[in-house]
């Protein structure tokens, strides 16, 4: 259920179009401050977009987002400074070791000498990399580049991050640690915007979009969705509802 006293990010009839060809096609959602929403979708369902319009990076073509109460179209600059955004691929510096990328994020956002060797100890803490500060991101696990990526991402308190495809190639373990954190950042009212092809991470969202040519075709929490659909599982239910938008 959406609260409207605490509304975190407002999608009203969202367009976004290309040329002649519409990537995002009219959608509609709220999301609560503090939950974990997952957008899912095959490649080119308009999931990257609709990401990128919530940044304040593109302008929409038409319809209204607001993102804890920034409009994009005239207040994108604030935007950008309230969330975070990790992608498996690009949120690190492999050239750059562990100390010296917590250390540019952190002058990214102009956080303080002082706050900033806090942040850097929480990070590597939680990590798992005191002692291998000065060793190159590239020569980093999966697993511990991801929660480095982690830690700077959200270096500034953002109040939305958004995770694109967050634990892919990371192994079972990392993946469960990682979600732990995910839930604990939403237990102190982090709203988090999820991408993932892990049918069994999207169980751990708390309300699921479904992204199809565009358009959201389904929008709920995992239970209630199976249960209406009358499917065992979201990936069963996923391939289905798409197949009929095939047709």
Known sequence: MIEKDNVSVE????VKTFGNFTAVDGISFSVNRGEIFGLIGPNGAG?????????GILEPTKGKVNV???DVYNESDKIKEIIGYMSQRFSLYNDLTVEENINFYGGIHNIEKEKLDEKKRWILNMAGLFGKENILTSELSGGWKQRLALGCAIIHNPKVLFLDEPTAGVDPISRRDFWD??????????TVFVTTHYMDEVEYCDRVSLMYNGKLIAIGKPKELKNKYKKNSLEELFVDLIR???R
């Open 244 to 246: 009929k938008c095939e």
């Open 68 to 70: 804890e109460g920034f």
């Open 11 to 14: 999608v009203d009839y969202l």
């Open 181 to 190: 954190l995910i839930r604990t950042l939403s237990k102190a009212k982090t």
């Open 47 to 55: 999931k990257t977009t609709t990401i990128r319009i919530l940044c």
